[in-house]
């Protein structure tokens, strides 16, 4: 994130108005240690204030939206499936981007959220071999568990996206017809180098005319020859489309999606206040 953003600077001028807001609070309530606030262009403010230090890198790579308090408030409990290509084109950097993209996203779900990773090529293979068919609780321990699993993907063959997307689309439409999972929103993360069709047969059979499933794509590498595909899967399924070309675009362009997700809450007409489970500051 860039600190000269004019997005950035004018959310940071206009927020310090929630000072006096938070020193009325405190004088109120002095059992109040942190109050925060999480903006989605990525800039954050804490009371009270302290300095930040920088990583051995001379990167600060905190972002609110990774929190667990930010995620909860800003959607819907949800279930998703990744779908990650490893196919032989994605060999060398774009399986390190990749595996780096589907961090990520994980680190964007919460305990309310229920998920699985695939990964395919000629064939469907799901990361974790025990987990076949279902999905698990994205609290930390399985989705550290899963993290592990990443490491151990490589990269052959051919990239056979329609088998992935029927199995995505049987898991979640599965569950939600037993009730299982968040029972809310469901959303599909395609992380590829790109597809060579629109695969319209599948989702005329498994999401239209309802597109209760959202489609978020994620084009890996610089090419861009195979993006018009993946853009009108993202358009014809209301989901968005995105292009990662360097490690350094993974975390903004994965937080892009939860925009998208949390338009249902914006357009309501009754704005809820959201309560999330007591949080344990780690930062």
Known sequence: MYNKDPDIVNG???????????????????SLIWQYFGSAKGFFRQYPGVKWHPDEHGVISFDCRNRKWYIQAATSPKDVVI??????????????????????????????????????????HYVEPCLNGTLVQADKTNKDHFRAHLDRLFAKGLGLLGDAL?????????????????????????????????YDEVFEKYNWPERKVRIFPYLIGRESAF???????????????????????????????????????????????VWTEAYVDQA
Not at 12 to 30: C, G, H, I, R, T
Not at 238 to 259: C, P, W
């Open 227 to 273: 993006a018009d595909n993946l853009k009108w899967m993202a358009c014809a399924n209301k989901g968005y489309f995105s292009q990662i070309s360097t490690l350094a675009d993974v975390q903004e362009n994965v937080m892009r999606y939860l925009h998208v997700m949390s338009r249902p809450k914006v357009i309501d007409h009754e704005h809820d206040m």
């Open 166 to 198: 029927t199995e995505a689309f049987t898991i979640l439409n599965e569950f939600n017809q037993a009730g299982r999972g968040s029972v809310c929103s469901r959303a599909i993360m395609l992380v590829t180098d790109g597809a060579t069709k629109m």
């Open 83 to 124: 779908l990650v290509d490893v196919s032989g084109s994605m060999k060398g950097l774009r399986l390190t981007i990749a595996r780096q993209t589907v961090s990520s996203i994980l680190d964007t779900l919460g305990d309310d959220d229920f998920f699985n990773i695939i990964a395919y090529n000629q064939e469907v």
């Open 12 to 30: 940071v001028y206009w927020s310090e108005a929630l000072n006096k807001v938070f020193v009325d609070n405190f004088e109120k309530d002095p």
